[in-house]
């Protein structure tokens, strides 16, 4: 390879590369305006909540330890904490011009409403989801009864 050519070869991949850059940062900087566009911080500060209050009631003797245990998910939960690593997830999902598409969206009087009966829908899936389960928990069960005989019959064998 001549020097030309090499030098040719090297001026691409930089211009190359610098484009790629750009474009990273460029939906890093979009992925950070949706974050705070869907509040991004609020949400994982009540899920930090609400999973601590759920782990307290299927487990009331880890009350008195509920103050460490925010310390805890505050620490390595918290929106700062997981906040670089959800830029680069949105980023390498979405192309700058799409996370500019999502925050149009977002700002409009449909994605404001989405953003806002959105939590409300997802508790009630969770709910049908919950119920379903319950409606149907002799089924499962005996089906945990089936197969743990099954494992116990293949152990005797």
Not at 113 to 138: C, E, F, H, R, Y
């Amino acid at each position: 390879m001549n020097k030309l050519t090499f030098s040719l070869l090297v001026i691409i991949t930089t211009l190359f590369c610098a484009q790629i850059s750009k474009a990273d940062e460029a939906s890093k900087a979009e992925a950070e305006i949706l974050l705070e566009t869907i509040n991004m911080q609020q949400i994982l500060t009540q899920s930090i909540e609400q999973m601590l209050e759920l782990q307290l009631q299927q487990n009331p003797a880890m009350a008195p330890y509920k103050h460490v245990m925010l310390q805890f998910l505050s620490k390595h939960m918290s929106y700062e904490s997981l906040k670089p690593q959800m830029l680069a997830m949105y980023a390498d999902a979405f192309t700058a011009a799409e996370l500019k598409d999502i925050n149009t969206f977002y700002h409009t009087e449909t994605g404001k409403k989405t953003l806002s009966t959105m939590p409300q829908l997802m508790a009630q899936g969770g709910q049908i989801g919950a119920q379903k389960v319950q409606d149907n928990i002799q089924e499962l069960q005996e089906m945990i009864k089936a197969e743990s005989e099954r494992i116990q019959s293949l152990q005797t064998q």
